[in-house]
C-alpha cells in the first residue's frame, strides 16, 4: 500500500478506530484523514457522500458502528439495526461511487449462529439461527459483509471484510449499561476493591466460553491485511484460543487485586455458549496475534485506573 495514500477512518475515537490511527501513524502514515461526529455525520447520506467527493480518498477503513453489550443490544433492537444499516450503507456506497481503491469493514463474531461447531470457520456463516439477544446487531453486520462481497462482484471492487473476536484494550466503554463483559468486570472488580466488597456479581452461569483480542492486534491485522494487498474476502480475527467467563472474572480479579468472592447470578442471560473463531486463514497467511490476554488486561487497567478512575493502583503501575 502506497504510504502516502489518504486512509479516511471512519470511527476514529472509539476503541477499533482511534487502535487504527495509533498503527497507521507508528507504520508511518501521514495522510490518515478523520472526521468527528459533528463535522460528519454518517447517518446523512448527502453530507456523507459530499465528504468523498471532496476528500479524494484511496483507503477507507470502516469502524464506525453503534455497539454494545448484551443489554444495550436486547434493550435497543431498533436503534442498533438502522443506524449500523445506514452507516455501512452510506459510507460504502460513497466509497464506490469515489473509486476509492481498498476499504476494509469490521464486523463482529456474532454474526455466527448460536450453536455454531467450534472452532468456527468464515464458511459458517448463515447456516442456523442467530443469537437472539444480539441479532439486530449481527443481521446488521452480516448486512455490511454482504453488501461488501455484492460490491466486489459487481462492480470489482476491493473491499474486505474483518471479523474480530471480543474485543478490549484502549478507549473502550466501561457504562455497565452498554460495555461488554470483560469493561464490565474490570469497572466491578475496581470498585469492589476500592468499597472493600466482600463478593462480586458476575451476569450469567460463568459457564460460557470466549475469545478475546486486544485491539491494538485487530489494528496490526488490519495493517497486514492492506500491506500483503488482500482485495476480497472474509477474514476472522483472533487470537485463536478461549476461555470461560469464570476464568476471565478470576483473570481479571487477580489484575485488579480484588481479593472476595465471586457470586454467579444465573438469572441473568448468558449469550451464546461458547464463540472461538478458527483464524486458520489469516495465519496461514502469515499474521497472528501477539498481546496475551493478563498482559492485556493489565496495560487496559492502568488506562481504566488513570483516565476514568483518577488514580492508578500499585498492583499494575510498574
Known amino acids: 500500500m502506497d504510504k502516502h495514500a489518504r486512509i479516511f477512518v471512519a470511527g476514529h475515537r472509539g476503541m477499533v478506530g482511534s487502535a487504527l490511527v495509533r498503527r497507521l501513524a507508528a507504520a508511518g502514515y501521514p495522510n490518515v484523514i478523520t472526521r468527528s461526529r459533528a463535522e460528519l455525520d454518517l447517518k446523512d447520506q448527502a453530507a456523507v457522500n459530499r465528504f468523498f467527493e471532496a476528500e479524494r480518498i484511496d483507503v477507507v477503513l470502516l469502524a464506525a458502528a453503534r455497539v454494545g453489550g448484551i443489554f444495550a443490544n436486547a434493550s435497543r433492537p431498533g436503534e442498533f439495526i438502522y ?180 457470586v454467579f447470578d444465573a438469572s441473568k442471560p448468558d449469550g451464546t455458549p461458547r464463540k472461538l473463531l478458527d483464524v486458520s486463514r489469516l495465519t496461514q497467511m502469515g499474521w497472528q496475534a501477539s498481546i496475551g490476554l493478563e498482559e492485556g488486561i493489565a496495560a487496559t487497567y492502568r488506562e481504566f485506573a488513570e483516565l476514568h478512575a483518577g488514580s492508578t493502583p500499585a498492583a499494575v503501575a510498574a
Open 83 to 262: 443506524e449500523n444499516l445506514v452507516i455501512e450503507t452510506n459510507v460504502i456506497h460513497a466509497a464506490y461511487r469515489a473509486k476509492v481503491e481498498r476499504l476494509v469493514f469490521f464486523g463482529s463474531s456474532c454474526i455466527y449462529p448460536k450453536q455454531c461447531p467450534q472452532p468456527i470457520r468464515e464458511e459458517y456463516l448463515l447456516t442456523s439461527p442467530l443469537e437472539p439477544t444480539n441479532d439486530a446487531y449481527a443481521i446488521a453486520k452480516i448486512a455490511g459483509l454482504k453488501l461488501c462481497e455484492a460490491y466486489n462482484r459487481e462492480y470489482g471492487t476491493h473491499f474486505v471484510s474483518l471479523m474480530p473476536t471480543n474485543l478490549y484494550g484502549p478507549n473502550d466503554n466501561y457504562d455497565l449499561n452498554s460495555s461488554h463483559v470483560l469493561p464490565a468486570l474490570l469497572r466491578k472488580a475496581h470498585e469492589a476493591k476500592l468499597s472493600g466488597a466482600a463478593t462480586l456479581t458476575v451476569w450469567g452461569s460463568g459457564t460460557p466460553c470466549r475469545e478475546f483480542l486486544h485491539v491494538d492486534d485487530l489494528a496490526d491485522a488490519t495493517l497486514f491485511v492492506l500491506e500483503h494487498d488482500v482485495k476480497d474476502g472474509l477474514f476472522n480475527v483472533g487470537v485463536g484460543e478461549d476461555l470461560t467467563i469464570r476464568e476471565l472474572a478470576e483473570c481479571i480479579c487477580n489484575v485488579v487485586g480484588f481479593e472476595g468472592q465471586l
